[in-house]
């Protein structure tokens, strides 16, 4: 079955160090993957999205994901934090059944900033 | 501007009433989803849409109901029969030939009491 991992319920870092959200699929085909974010009582905002092409892609907000097929993996990663980036962070894999296609989700990593 | 409209964003409910969530969008994507977000437990489909007058059951869909009579609106009644309605619920809408791509509304937040 498909299923989405993302192993870091909660992560906590301070302003300006780097971030790495990990994110783990399980998918037989070539995925397609997106990383989410959900501030506070919010709905959720879409960061990047992979479909096929450069394993590397760029999202808004200065975020950045890697797919890496062999170890099914799609970690999000930023440089360097900013408060305002203290949110719920959601990976999702696309899920084909049939004529209907939906998002298969993580749980969520929780994401809090030191200043 | 084009977006997703879910009102209201607080709505409260004594419990054994049927209520109705509204989501309408003004982007013109067939495509439209409502999730239910409990915490620790991310995101849960409760029914889709792909198409006008067509719908089907997400994977929480006891106790739900939906329509699609016109491409914009969605609404989801939540009836006296879901024994656990109080969460966070989120509308999504998705764009022709955007695989699997979504976008969201800001929530409703049901209490029930």
């Known amino acids: 079955a498909q299923s989405v991992t993302q192993p870091d319920i909660h992560i906590t870092v301070s302003e300006g160090a780097s971030l790495e959200l990990r994110c783990n699929y399980s998918?037989?085909?070539?995925?397609?993957l997106f990383w989410y974010v959900q501030s506070p009582g919010q709905g959720l905002q879409l960061l990047l999205k992979?479909?096929?092409?450069d394993t590397l892609v760029q999202g808004i907000k200065g975020f950045e994901a890697e797919f890496k097929r062999s170890q099914s993996s799609f970690n999000l990663r930023k440089p360097s934090v900013h408060w305002s980036d203290a949110a719920e962070y959601f990976c999702?894999?696309?899920?084909?059944?049939?004529?209907?296609?939906?998002?298969?989700w993580g749980l969520g990593t929780s994401l809090a900033v030191n200043p | 501007d084009g977006g997703i409209t879910q009102s209201p964003k607080y709505l409260f409910r004594k419990e054994g009433q049927n209520v109705t969530l509204s989501c309408e969008q003004n982007?013109?994507?067939?495509?439209m989803y409502w999730y239910r977000q409990d915490p620790g437990q991310g995101l849960r489909l409760i029914y889709y849409?792909?198409?006008?007058?067509?719908?089907q059951k997400g994977d929480i869909a006891e106790g739900y109901s939906v329509s699609r009579e016109k491409k914009e609106s969605f609404p989801l009644t939540v009836t006296s029969a879901q024994k656990n309605p109080t969460a966070f619920y989120l509308c999504?809408?998705?764009?022709?030939?955007?695989?699997?791509?979504?976008?969201f509304g800001p929530g409703t937040r049901l209490t029930v009491t």
């Open positions: 999504a809408s998705s764009p022709p030939g955007h695989k699997y791509e979504q976008y």
């Open positions: 982007l013109n994507h067939d495509a």
């Open positions: 849409s792909q198409i006008v007058n067509d719908f």
């Open positions: 998918y037989g085909a070539t995925p397609y």
């Open positions: 992979y479909f096929s092409g």
């Open positions: 999702a894999v696309g899920r084909n059944a049939g004529n209907n296609r939906k998002l298969i």
